[in-house]
């Protein structure tokens, strides 16, 4: 038997190896490849699990859950709700929600039960943290206004998500509100003892482990495992208790460090875990499941987007920012398979949901990839038929003059430190942005400022372009920044042009469309750090100093994050 599952376990991890490679070549993540690997060792095709195997893969898959669940609740510190934004926070919910009913409704006109309906419901409503923050990561949009608003989105969601984690095994049986009152009581009472235990106890009991980084992950390990345990005997689930363990540790010093040491383990009882849905695909797979999930994958893919889109307008976003935040999420979350999971467990739902959840989000997230890879090109073809999701572009207009000599695109990176030094000339000039927050804070300042957004070439028309002496664009995005070349030579302006790249190439790439001058922020960026190092040297007190003036200029810039 051992043998048996040893050599499955091997042939699997060998098949995920092989299939993540080529997935990475195409820009798919490594969670599709996960669940193809599933497919080819299920019963349709090489038929590796099964008996023993079968067993032993279903246990390291709820393992797999319970590790990933704990570094979720690392991460899911209740103080990160008050940096997420307004905005973030009730589209989140707001989504959430328009979706949930959307996607149950879909469910139930497709003739499911309530409960499968329910399920199916859930699991479009969520989207993936995982996939959207790799991808923006590697775009480097993370601190974009789009990327934030996504980002603060998918913190709500998670959120919610864990919170529904829990409450899906206390309503589950016949007496809801008996199950309520007493479990709901129960596992209100656990969570506050162990929340007061981490912060009381362990605060100079984990001074103490983190002496030994060996010994750190063990308590990690332990913890995890030992709360997994105690939910379990006490009717929840082992990724419950996970999730909470996670959580009581999230305001601790050390849960990076802890959330760090736990990815390996992690990392392999999880593609077990995305292995073994793979196989619930293949066990069930008909003509109707596949004809529902294109059908649910539509939804997904077109119908959060546009949801998404127009919470914003109301919010008065652009509608490039409105656009690449919806498309940002047009994808289910690892969360929906982890609940869905949950639901088949307690015999809520058949394996046919199983299958049906799995083949949305193959086809959702393989598709979302893409769109978010090639977002910015999406824009620009579609972008004539979404005025219907532009914010309303007389907001935050401070002044009727269009005659600026200056024109600053971008106040949040290095803008910011721009427009010190353009109140200290004596010329006029102007901020555009596109970010709403930003706008009021600048007319409440006294500065004018237009709101707009350089990659919209209608907008930049509006502009009188041909009347400036200096442009400076803080934007990094490589074409806005020729847009805005482009518009400069059809007006036929002399006017100066400085731009922004984030890296070598896209400045070699600007540089051969004309423009005058390019900031790469991490070649300045050294030349600044290297000035620094020359005028203080060992000197602490010179870096008192100026920590002192960095932080108010951190804590100023945060202000307009949303």
Not at 72 to 96: D, H, Y
Request: glycine fraction near 8%; proline fraction near 1%.
């Amino acid at each position: 038997m051992v043998q048996e599952v040893l050599i499955c376990i091997s042939l699997i991890i060998v098949i995920a190896t092989v299939l993540t490679i080529i997935f990475r070549l195409i820009k798919q993540p490594p969670i599709i490849a996960y669940l193809i690997t599933g497919v080819l060792a299920g019963p349709f095709f090489l038929n590796l699990v099964r008996g023993n195997s079968y067993e032993i893969i279903n246990l390291f898959a709820h393992l797999g859950v319970a590790f990933l669940l704990f570094i979720v609740g690392l991460n899911l510190n209740w103080r990160v709700l008050k940096e997420v934004g307004i905005v973030s926070t009730f589209a989140g919910i707001a989504e959430i929600l328009i979706t949930g009913v959307i996607g149950f409704l879909i469910a139930f006109g497709l003739g499911f039960s309530n409960n499968s309906a329910l399920y199916l419901g859930i699991a479009i409503a969520f989207s993936s943290t995982v996939v959207v923050v790799k991808i923006l990561s590697d775009k480097k949009e993370i601190d974009t206004l789009h990327g934030k608003i996504s980002l603060g989105i998918l913190i709500i969601e998670d959120f919610i998500a864990a919170i529904a984690l829990m409450i899906i095994p206390i309503v589950s049986g016949g007496k809801i509100l008996n199950n309520l009152l007493i479990k709901g009581s129960l596992i209100l009472v656990l969570i506050a003892l162990i929340f007061f235990i981490s912060h009381i106890l362990f605060k100079k009991f984990l001074n103490y482990l983190a002496r030994s980084q060996e010994i750190l992950f063990l308590f990690g390990l332990t913890w995890a495992l030992v709360l997994s345990i105690l939910f379990n005997k006490l009717g929840f689930s082992l990724e419950i208790g996970a999730l909470i363990a996670g959580m009581s540790l999230a305001s601790s010093r050390y849960h990076m460090e802890l959330g760090d040491k736990m990815k390996t383990l992690r990392d392999f009882f999880i593609i077990l875990f995305f292995v073994f849905f793979g196989i619930q695909l293949a066990g069930t797979l008909n003509y109707f499941i596949i004809r529902n999930a294109i059908l649910l994958s539509f939804f997904v893919i077109i119908g959060k987007p546009i949801i998404v889109m127009i919470i914003l307008r109301i919010f008065g976003y652009k509608k490039r920012t409105n656009f690449l935040a919806g498309i940002n999420i047009a994808q289910i979350s690892e969360f929906s398979l982890i609940i869905t999971l949950l639901g088949f467990t307690l015999g809520h739902i058949g394996q046919e949901i199983m299958s049906l959840i799995v083949l949305v989000s193959i086809i959702t997230i393989g598709l979302s990839s893409y769109s978010i890879y090639y977002s910015n090109h999406i824009f620009n073809k579609l972008s004539k038929w979404l005025n219907i999701f532009e914010g309303k572009r007389e907001f935050g207009v401070r002044s009727k003059k269009k005659d600026y000599k200056i024109l600053l695109f971008g106040y949040h990176r290095a803008g910011y430190k721009i427009l010190k030094i353009l109140k200290s000339m004596n010329v006029s000039f102007a901020v555009v942005d596109y970010n709403p927050k930003v706008i009021l804070s600048l007319v409440n300042q006294g500065i004018d400022c237009i709101y707009g957004d350089a990659s919209d070439k209608e907008f930049l028309n509006e502009l009188e372009l041909d009347k400036t002496s200096l442009i400076i664009s803080t934007i990094p995005d490589e074409q806005s920044n020729i847009f805005i070349r482009e518009k400069l030579k059809e007006v036929k302006s002399d006017s100066v042009f400085i731009a922004t790249a984030e890296h070598s190439a896209s400045a070699l790439d600007l540089y051969r469309e004309g423009i005058d001058y390019v900031i790469v922020p991490h070649y300045l960026g050294g030349d600044y750090a290297a000035n620094i190092i020359k005028n203080f040297g060992t000197k602490k007190e010179g870096y008192k100093e100026l920590r002192k003036k960095h932080l108010k200029e951190l804590r100023d810039e945060r202000k307009f994050d949303f």
